[in-house]
């Protein structure tokens, strides 16, 4: 409404407007954006374990942020898990098959701060040589390994993302002998006792990341003259020598040994082996020397 008012001036009536003017506030909140994870990558694929050693894994993601990039690589942060994907990303920690909090670096200078949205990042996990396959002949063959990157931002918001196309972790079949098989001195005709063969003893590390058998193959010892190779004989017990398993041969042969992969750095997985030897009568004097060969192969069992 309008008020007038009625002045009198110079004997006149005149008729004026009074205009009343006002203010209101403005006021606006600017949410926090949920930052993205995008081109999450794992390399190298597949994935191949060294034998008794540790390998490399490289992860690689681009993050994003509305509100800047630096709300995630400054003020938030990130996480990077690497697993085998049937137990998940929120797995517990497991040399076997989970990697968590994995030391992860910006890219460059890839997230520049101020206005950039954003930025890459890297992160390299450690893995152990018996870390779990899964490739075609492995027990989780249906599966594959995979890395999660999660980013959240100064407000907390966060989301996550893992690799489209996540590689195999491949079998490795592989071992070490430790020893040399010492049968000491022994007279012509002469068999190993049960105590000699006690002695005579190797031992097979499985330094690999599946179940093993062994192919084992040896060569005629030389020296004076000749030992054969059959006349060596070997088992995975403690046994006397006409009852002990296998026979040596020159050609490599599949021993059903069922060596177990380790599942800790700290326990190697081992099999003993028990030897004798039976020397020939007549056999000449003097030194004798070969060398016998493990391989290892693929255990069905």
Do not use: H
């Amino acid at each position: 409404a309008i008020p007038l008012a009625l002045l009198l001036v110079g004997g006149l009536l005149m008729l004026t407007n009074t205009i009343l003017a006002g203010t209101s506030s403005t006021s606006v909140t600017v949410q926090g954006a949920v930052p993205t994870v995008t081109v999450v990558n794992i390399s190298p694929d597949p994935i191949i374990p060294t034998e008794n050693a540790t390998t490399s894994i490289t992860i690689t993601a681009t993050i994003s942020d509305s509100n800047g990039c630096d709300d995630v690589f400054t003020s938030g942060t990130i996480a990077v898990a690497l697993y085998r994907s049937g137990v998940g990303a929120s797995c517990s920690v497991d040399d076997n098959n989970c990697y968590q909090n994995i030391t992860w670096a910006e890219v460059g200078n890839t997230c520049g701060g101020g206005a950039d949205t954003s930025g890459d990042m890297v992160a390299t996990a450690t893995i152990w040589y018996f870390t779990e396959a899964t490739d075609a002949s492995s027990t989780y063959s249906g599966e594959t390994w995979q890395a999660q990157v999660k980013a959240v931002d100064e407000s907390n918001a966060s989301s996550t993302a893992t690799d489209a196309s996540p590689p195999e972790l491949n079998s490795v079949y592989a071992l070490t002998v430790d020893s040399a098989i010492a049968y000491g001195s022994m007279s012509a005709d002469a068999t190993s006792t049960l105590s000699e063969i006690g002695q005579s003893t190797t031992t097979v590390t499985n330094t690999g990341n599946y179940k093993i058998d062994t192919e084992v193959s040896g060569t005629d010892m030389t020296g004076s003259g000749t030992i054969i190779a059959s006349k060596q004989k070997y088992a995975t017990s403690l046994l006397g020598y006409e009852s002990l398993t296998y026979t040596l041969s020159t050609s490599a042969t599949a021993r059903d040994l069922n060596i177990v992969k380790a599942t800790s750095s700290s326990t190697p997985s081992t099999q003993d082996t028990y030897w004798g030897i039976s020397i020939p009568s007549a056999q000449a004097e003097g030194g004798y020397s070969g060398t016998n060969t493990f391989t290892a192969i693929y255990s069905a069992d």
